[in-house]
């Protein structure tokens, strides 16, 4: 028999409760930075070793987390639905709790990629360099999507959210275009659930079951309900 279709798509707040700092803190800053002078394709041009470094302690602290109960209890759902997770977040924090389908919307931590050569795309585990090539010659840079630039997985996550029977946002401010608008794909008869402290539904234009909640108690809880 085949399993019911559940998309997850999580935001920084997931991995909140494992000691990474969500995007935007109450004043506006990213770990104590302004967006503009890390995350921009500006900022890489005019200072690329302060982007660099910013990328490097995200990549530190994300590496001394560890996946809690929300990613944890995600891998339990696999037992009866067939979940394909669609993630804001640049650390590893699925994948390391055991989640089989991954998709990274806005990249990954843990790779570095050609800044010529958009498909150069190799293992970043320790910090990334000044000085680091690709085989080309030219500068690696961070494999994030900078605000700004496109999203190549895009297509790929619209494609998984049209077939959800169900489908559960985590942690998310929602106010990053085009990820904001990505559960507004899903089927009209697909279940949605919204599960953050301080939800925003104001995005979602399909019915909605609110769970203000944090995700270690939240998400926990509607998983065991759909596994009942
Ligand atoms: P955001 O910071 O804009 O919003 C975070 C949301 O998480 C808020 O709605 C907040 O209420 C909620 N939240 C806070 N604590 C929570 C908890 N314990 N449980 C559940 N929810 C909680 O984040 P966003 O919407 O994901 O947009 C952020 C952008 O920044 C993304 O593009 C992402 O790539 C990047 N980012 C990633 C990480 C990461 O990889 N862990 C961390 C910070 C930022």
């Given amino acids: 028999m085949t399993k019911p279709i559940c998309v997850v798509l999580t935001g920084a707040g997931i991995s909140a409760e494992s000691g990474i ?33 910013f990328y490097n302690e995200r990549r530190r602290n994300a590496q001394a987390a560890q996946p809690n109960a929300a990613h944890l209890v995600l ?3 696999e037992k009866a639905y067939d979940v ?14 055991g989640s089989k389908n991954v998709l990274h ?7 570095a990629r050609s800044s010529f050569d958009p498909d150069y795309i ?23 999507v900078f605000f700004g630039e496109n999203v190549p997985m895009l297509p790929k996550a619209e494609e998984l959210v049209k077939k959800a029977d169900i489908v559960i946002v985590i942690g998310t401010s929602l106010q990053v275009y085009p990820a904001n608008g990505l559960v507004n794909e899903a ?23 609110i769970i203000a909640m944090k995700a270690g108690a939240g998400v926990p809880k509607v998983v065991n309900a759909l596994l009942k």
């Fill in 21 to 53: 700092p969500t995007f935007r803190a109450e004043d506006g800053l990213w770990a104590g930075h302004k967006i503009e002078e890390v995350c921009t394709p500006e900022a890489l041009k005019k200072n690329r070793a302060k982007v660099l470094d």
């Fill in 105 to 111: 919307l806005h990249g990954e931590l843990n790779k």
């Fill in 84 to 97: 394909h997770i669609i993630t804001q977040n640049v650390d590893d924090l699925h994948e390391r709790a």
């Fill in 122 to 144: 190799v293992p970043c585990f320790d910090d990334q360099k000044l000085e680091d090539k690709d085989e080309n010659g030219y500068p690696m840079r961070p494999h994030i």
């Fill in 75 to 77: 891998v339990e759902l």
């Fill in 187 to 209: 089927p009209s008869w697909a279940k949605i659930y919204l599960i953050d402290p301080h939800p925003n539904s104001g995005f979602i234009r399909q019915q909605v079951e």
